[in-house]
């Protein structure tokens, strides 16, 4: 690779470790700022007559929960700040547990998460879950080993259900003196990812006969076991929970080793390797596009081709958007891969699967040309041999982290601008 072109790299990488920094500096910024202090109508599910909060200064660091006469009714604790580093399918969740006065389990919400909505509400809605610690004292919780406990993530959201379990135990142990980092957990579930990761790296470099007929196979077993049986779809959701907490490594290594290669290996080798290998739905939208009649495709008139190829970069600006300002937006709902996690996916994640593939017949894999704002990613750090130039694409990159520095920089004023001073 020559002096140009290797610089070329390094500033698409540049573009986007940048913004990814500035992304969680800002959301750290905004979760030092704004602590969002528990009230007591969040107790009063689990204590009808609360009254009042009273700080424990002990270690401890919760509240007892006390009624108009100064009686107290219970405590109450929150994992965060100390689980600020337990991250889930895509963010961090502050998990309130409620205890009976004489210190034991009497359950727990989620009061506040980063993380993806529908899997936040498959935790609260799962009851096996929801008794997790019921009837335990602190110390018992303390000392829980969550494998050695049966505590199995919830059908679904895995990894928050887990995060949430982690965060909770780890919070009890701090008060006790005995915080250690939360485990890495490595399961089927990673080493499945590793092994696809291995086979799709096979596919992309081998040329080696009958390539072609191994490749379709594979894409079946991608659809089946990274989609329907997983759900393990890279998407805006998991990326920009990523930026804004942190990367779950110790709850999902097998993903981020996913993540890791659909990133590097383009930008390394020139080889899309995720959205040509390791993506169900492109596998699927392609199987549907081989099975369809050669007369049912259309082709799509160059004006109009040329305008919608800017669809996926405005999609990111909006993503953008969403997680500077904050917005209350699933992100989820941009694209379709939640649609993979039949019982927990949204409408419109629903709807805007079934449509992509409803047109991918007739326009194969169109959904990955005009409508994928993570394929556009990836396919910003992707080089372009000896042809590469620096390109509207590395000029609207640049637009974009202009646009997070500007957001993160003057978000006071941003936000007061948009909703209104803060109250």
């Known amino acids: 690779m020559n002096t140009r072109l290797a610089l070329l790299q390094l500033y698409r990488l540049s573009v986007l470790l940048a913004a990814a920094w500035l992304i969680r500096a800002h959301h750290a910024r905004l979760r030092a700022e704004g602590d969002r202090p528990v009230s007591v109508d969040e107790v009063r599910g689990w204590f009808t007559n609360a009254h009042a909060l009273r700080l424990d200064v002990a270690q401890r660091g919760g509240f007892f929960v006390e009624d108009d006469a100064g009686r107290a009714l219970g405590y109450v604790v929150r994992t965060l700040p100390y689980a600020d580093k337990i991250i889930g399918y895509c963010g961090v969740s502050d998990t309130l547990v409620a ?46 080993d969550l494998k050695q406990a049966g505590v199995e993530g919830v059908s679904g959201a895995t990894m928050t259900s887990l995060a949430v379990a982690e965060g909770v135990v780890h919070r009890f142990r701090a008060a006790q003196g005995e915080l250690r980092p939360p485990p890495v957990r490595l399961g089927t579930r990673d080493f499945g990812l590793l092994l696809a ?27 089946a076991y990274l989609g329907f049986l997983n759900g393990d779809l890279l998407a805006q959701s998991l990326l920009a929970g990523w930026a804004k907490s942190g990367i779950a490594w110790r709850i999902a290594p097998g993903l981020v080793l996913l993540t890791a290669a659909a990133l590097v290996v383009p930008w390394v080798t020139r080889r899309p390797i995720y959205c040509q290998q390791l993506c169900p739905h492109g596998a699927l939208q392609e199987a549907l596009a081989r099975h369809a009649p050669g007369h049912w495709r259309w082709r799509v008139p160059v004006a109009l081709d040329r305008a919608l190829r800017w669809l996926p970069s405005a999609l990111l600006a909006f993503v953008l958007l969403v997680v500077m300002l904050p917005l209350d937006f699933d992100l989820a709902g ?60 590395d000029a609207a990159a640049a637009g974009l982290l202009l646009l997070a520095f500007v957001l993160q920089r003057y978000h006071t004023t941003w936000h007061a601008l948009l909703f209104g001073p803060a109250a």
């Not at 470099?205 to 191994?214: D, I, S, V």
């Not at 894999?365 to 992707?382: D, H, M, N, Q």
Request: proline share 5%; with cysteine; charged share 25%.
């Open 99 to 144: 205890l009976d006065p004489g210190l034991r389990v009497l359950g727990f919400t989620i009061r506040w998460s980063e993380d993806t909505k529908t899997h936040v509400g498959d935790v609260l809605t799962d009851r096996h879950f929801k008794k997790t610690w019921n009837g335990k004292t602190w110390e018992e919780v303390a000392a829980m």
């Open 197 to 223: 990761v291995v086979l799709g790296g096979w596919l992309t470099f081998t040329r080696q006969p009958g390539r072609e007929r191994w490749r379709r196979w594979f894409h079946w077993a991608v659809i």
């Open 334 to 393: 941009l694209e379709p891969f939640d649609a993979y996690v039949i019982r927990s996916a949204g409408a419109a994640t629903l709807s805007l699967a079934v449509a992509s593939l409803l047109i991918a017949p007739f326009v194969p894999k169109a959904y990955c040309k005009y409508g994928c704002p993570t394929g556009a990613l990836l396919e910003f750090v992707r080089g372009r041999g000896l042809s590469d130039r620096f390109a509207a694409r």
